[in-house]
Nanobody, 116 residues
Framework: QVQLVESGGGLVQPGGSLRLSCAAS????????IVWYRQSPGKERELVASITSGGFRNYADSVKGRFTISRDNAQNTIYLQMNSLKAEDTAVYYC??????????WGQGTQVTVSS
């Protein structure tokens, strides 16, 4: 069974940095796209960043210039480097892997809290 496991969340001050990891149990190239989402209480899930199997990246406007999505192919891991964090970045962050045929796999989430 495919598993995605997020880690790296925590409590940071505004302006600080965190690097989130999403470790996949299978090759990341088995997914045509891997997406980082986030969700805060009372808000809908928001797309943060994505990377395709071909290496193309996209970002939400709210995180452009601050967040970077990357991958380590050998370790089957996707990263989200988050810099210049703001209070509004506080959320549970999830990674999502998608395969053809509408297959969709989710990690358990990791909490990011930005607070002074």
């Amino acid at each position: 069974q495919v598993q995605l496991v997020e880690s790296g969340g925590g409590l940071v001050q505004p302006g600080g940095s965190l690097r989130l990891s999403c470790a996949a149990s299978e090759s990341i190239f088995s997914f045509y796209v891997i997406v980082w989402y986030r969700q805060s209480p009372g808000k809908e899930r928001e797309l943060v960043a994505s990377i395709t199997s071909g290496g193309f990246r996209n970002y939400a406007d709210s995180v452009k210039g601050r967040f970077t999505i990357s991958r380590d192919n050998a370790q089957n891991t996707i990263y989200l480097q988050m810099n210049s964090l703001k209070a509004e970045d506080t959320a549970v962050y999830y990674c999502n892997g998608r395969r053809t045929g509408g297959l969709n796999f989710w990690g358990q989430g990791t909490q990011v809290t930005v607070s002074s």
